[in-house]
């Protein structure tokens, strides 16, 4: 499920951002997520597995 937020970001770095993301043919948003993703992926994996302990 997707939620809608807003945050802050100096515009050159939105801009460099958008420009990114065209080249590798994304939406900003999916680009966006993309890079969250990669950057929390150590996290994502640990809860997982504390997850899988604590059935």
Do not use: W
């Amino acid at each position: 499920m997707s939620k809608y937020t807003a945050f802050r970001c100096p515009e050159d770095l939105l801009e460099l951002a958008k420009i990114k993301a065209k080249k590798d043919r994304r939406s900003l948003s999916n680009y966006i997520i993309t890079l969250i993703e990669k950057d929390v992926q150590d996290e994502m994996v640990a809860a997982d597995e504390a997850k899988g302990k604590r059935k």
